[in-house]
Structures are given as C-alpha cells and as structure tokens.
C-alpha cells in the first residue's frame, strides 16, 4: 500500500471548520483514501473514504484532487469532541489498515 | 447501529500465561482483523482472517499468536506463553459484508492486556 504524509498537528477553533491535508504522490489507480480518527486510546473509528470523487457523509467531506495525489478531510464544524489523532491510509480492497502517525487535531474552545 | 464488541475490557495475566481475547465482529461481515497498540505508539496490524483463514499476517504475529472463529459469532486471538512486551490494546476489527464492494473497516473498543 502507498504512503501518506501528514502534517503532525494542528488547531482549530470551536465552530470552525477543520481541514486536514493529506499527501499521497504514490496513490496507484485501485487505491481507495481512507480517514480514521482515534480519540484517546479508543478503537480508530471510521470516518470516510473516495476513489476519486469528493465525497460527503453525515460526519465529514472529503476532497480529493484531480490528479488524486493528495486530499482535504474536511469536518465543517469542528467540536471539543473532534479533538483526535486523524489517520489518512490509503488501500485496496479488504488488505489490512496501515496507520502511520496522524495528525494530531486539537479544537480550541 | 450495529458494533463491534470485545471482551474483556482489561485483562492482567503474569508472564508465560495464555490469554483469550474475545471479539463478535458486525454480523454480516466477512472479514476479520486484530490491530495492537502498545501505550504512546501507532496502530499496528497483526492478522486478517477470511474464509476461515489467516488471508495476511504481519511480523509481529508469530507462533505465539493464533486466530479461530470458533463459531459463528466470535472470532478470537490466543496468545500462548505472554511476555512484558505483549502488553498493549488489542483492536478486533470487521469489514466488508456479503453484496458490499466497500471495505471500511470497523473497529471494537479493545482489550487491554497487561502482562506482569
């Protein structure tokens, strides 16, 4: 599976909406982009994924470029409970999960 | 909305010890996965099951560790003889039910082992 490169924190106001970027240069043709998040030390929760169109849940939107090296979580109004470690991973099919370092989202009352 | 479980929440064992953890994956999932996190360090894959099977395994699943699903429900992992740096959560995950094309995984609340 490809790498990804994350910045390794950020803030973000209450309210505001929190855009975590993701690079992945090396993407090849079949891989999905993945975001996970883990608050605390609890199970890395699902938050979303795309090929290659942006895509949008109930949770958050995710913008992937053109060329699909890289994309944009985007959580549209960030709460103290967005306050997590944010994983992008990229994939194919049912092959396991590999979580680098994240980045660290920090929400700022 | 339906979770993955696991049991115990925390499980203390002396080294040489062999523990069971428990996990029942989302029902209709096909796929299977234990993840370990050691205190302060990155999520780390250990098994994937499909079909009865080990599909992947990564190095640190060695021969101490073994999968079953011994029923239709749980599926578990047995570390045989523990040692001090087995202590860690361990993550039971799920994916990909019968018909679906998408491969999200979800994941339980973890077991944390201690191993004194």
């Known amino acids: 599976d490809a790498k990804t490169t994350q910045p390794p924190s950020m803030d973000c106001a209450e309210g505001r909406a929190a855009n975590l970027p993701c690079n992945h240069s090396?993407?090849?043709?079949?891989?999905?982009v993945y975001w996970y998040r883990q608050i605390h030390s609890q199970g890395p929760q699902y938050i979303i994924h795309?090929?290659?169109n942006n895509e949008t849940n109930e949770m958050a939107s995710l913008i992937i470029t053109e060329d699909r090296k890289s994309s944009t979580l985007i959580l549209p109004h960030a709460t103290l409970r967005d306050t997590a470690v944010y994983y992008c991973?990229?994939?194919?099919?049912?092959?396991?999960?590999?979580f680098g370092t994240g980045t660290r989202l920090t929400v700022i009352p | 909305e339906p979770e993955v479980t696991q049991t115990p929440s925390h499980q203390v064992t002396q080294m040489g010890q062999e523990v069971i953890l428990r996990c029942v994956p989302i029902s209709n999932h096909l796929y299977f996965y234990w993840y370990r996190q050691i205190l302060g360090q990155k999520v780390e894959f250990l098994v994937s099951?499909?079909?009865?099977?080990?599909?992947?395994k990564s190095e640190i699943f060695d021969d101490q560790f073994s999968v079953e699903r011994p029923d239709g429900s749980n599926f578990t992992l047995k570390i045989r003889s523990t040692k001090l740096e087995d202590s860690a959560m361990y993550f039971c995950?799920?994916?990909?039910?019968?018909?679906?094309?998408?491969?999200?995984?979800?994941f339980g609340p973890g077991t944390r082992l201690t191993v004194t």
């Open positions: 099951f499909y079909n009865n099977e080990i599909s992947e």
């Open positions: 995950a799920s994916s990909g039910g019968r018909g679906q094309t998408s491969y999200e995984q979800y």
């Open positions: 795309g090929l290659k």
């Open positions: 991973i990229v994939k194919t099919g049912a092959n396991n999960l590999f």
């Open positions: 090396t993407i090849s043709g079949n891989e999905y």
